[in-house]
């Protein structure tokens, strides 16, 4: 971004303050208001609004090198395979989840983990206890030869280490018998089973060898010897499917170079799905850039996401992003929950990263990267397919937006490093 347009995005930030009569002092108070209106507007959207079923694109498969890959979009579908799965596991399970609801689906996983276990499979499960902390521990009834790491929010208080002792596992990933992998945006629970679109992708082969190993390194950091998980030698010294996973206890984060290196190298489209775009501004400029030289950069997010503050902290980009040439399409069927992103008909992503600061910068997140036309064209049916459901937002209609939506984006702007 040029310090010309910088400087002008800045410039009207403060005269749209200035205008709404928010001098510094009263900064906070008047975001505590926007939040709050914000957190009123979405319980009242809530309460009148009807579930429904989600669209489904379809299953996709393509063999990249010598494994077989297959891309959900229905969880319906994914759950069911991955329960298969578990229950012929002979060997080893290795998951590793963010959010694991105490309902139907979740009770067929936790059975699914047991009967493993009481069988002689070796199972090793993690899960974050931050995002379950509205469910009852009591459901957690593992058995006793599952081996378990509810990961805590602080790895220890936080005077006594830096910031890499903390962070959100936000990776969802099953690895059985290090043959089967998967890894995608769906959690376990029966609301996203029917009524989220998202999607995930299968690996049966050695792509696999990257999963099992970036659960392995979240399992085995200060574990006690004789507990940790076992080192296995990849298949593939330079595969075509690479794991990139986010390790901020020993501050890793390479997701966002995979993006950013990506998208520079980009000649005709990108087209990016994310249900929280919230980007830091080397992200955002290397976006603008592809834009600029005339590359087809499209950013699908909700219409209206399951955070409507992310939505609103967002809607502070699109006015910049229009200006820069970026199609920007807003998914009205559901809420999707995908994190994926395709470029050229060569590169792809799958995984469980935002394009957003928290994943980015602070969660425990893993994506799979795909170079291969085959795939590529995979994931550009199921974009096209989810653009159905679509509509486009334009400069015109964004422009004509109401004054105060401005001033309640331009006061949100301070939130976008904690979201």
């Excluded at 920007?328 to 935002?354: P, Q, R």
């Excluded at 679509?390 to 004509?400: F, I, K």
Aim: proline share 5%; aromatic share 10%; with cysteine.
């Amino acid at each position: 971004m040029s310090a010309t347009r910088v400087l002008s995005e800045i410039r009207e930030h403060r005269i749209l303050l200035k205008a709404a009569g928010v001098g510094a002092g009263s900064l906070l108070g008047a975001q505590a208001v926007v939040v709050a209106s914000l957190a009123g507007i979405d319980w009242w959207k809530q309460r009148g609004r009807k579930q429904r079923d989600a669209p489904r694109p379809g299953t996709y498969t393509a063999q990249v090198q010598d494994s077989a890959l297959t891309v959900y979009t229905s969880g319906q579908d994914v759950y069911e395979d991955m329960l298969e799965a578990i229950e012929g596991a002979e060997r080893a399970i290795h998951m590793e989840t963010f959010i694991w609801k105490n309902d139907e689906l979740g009770q067929r996983f936790l059975d699914a983990m047991n009967r493993a276990a009481e069988r002689g499979v070796d199972v090793f499960v993690i899960y974050d206890g931050f995002a379950n902390l509205v469910v009852p521990r009591t459901f957690y009834s593992f058995d006793s030869k599952v081996n378990v790491f509810r990961m805590p929010f602080l790895r220890r208080p936080f005077w006594k280490g830096p910031l890499r002792f903390s962070g959100l596992n936000h990776s969802k990933i099953l690895v059985v018998d290090d043959e089967i992998g998967f890894v995608g945006g769906f959690n376990i629970g029966s609301l996203y089973s029917r009524q989220w679109r998202d999607t995930h992708v299968r690996e049966v082969g050695p792509a696999v060898w990257g999963l099992r190993n970036a659960v392995a390194t979240v399992w085995n950091e200060d574990r006690e010897p004789g507990t940790s998980i076992e080192w296995i030698a990849p298949k593939s010294w330079d595969p075509e499917v690479r794991v990139n996973a986010n390790l901020p206890i020993q501050i890793v984060y390479p997701i966002r170079e995979m993006y950013m290196n990506a998208i520079d190298r980009a000649q005709h489209h990108i087209w990016i799905n994310t249900p929280y775009f919230i980007p830091d501004q080397q992200i955002l400029d290397t976006l603008l850039d592809a834009a600029a030289r005339g590359v087809d950069v499209r950013i699908m997010v909700p219409k209206d996401s399951n955070h409507i503050l992310a939505d609103w902290v967002s809607r502070g980009f699109y006015g910049q992003l229009l200006r820069g040439g970026v199609t920007i399409l807003l998914y009205g069927a559901c809420m999707i929950h995908a994190k994926t992103a395709t470029i050229d008909g060569e590169w792809s992503t799958v995984g469980t990263a935002n394009l957003d600061r928290l994943s980015l910068s602070f969660n425990y997140e893993t994506n799979v990267e795909i170079v291969d036309p085959d795939f590529a064209a995979q994931m550009e049916k199921v974009f096209l397919s989810d653009s159905e459901h679509c509509e486009e937002l334009t400069s015109p209609r964004w422009r004509e937006r109401h004054p105060m939506a401005r001033v309640a984006e331009v006061l949100l702007v301070p939130l976008r490093p904690l979201l």
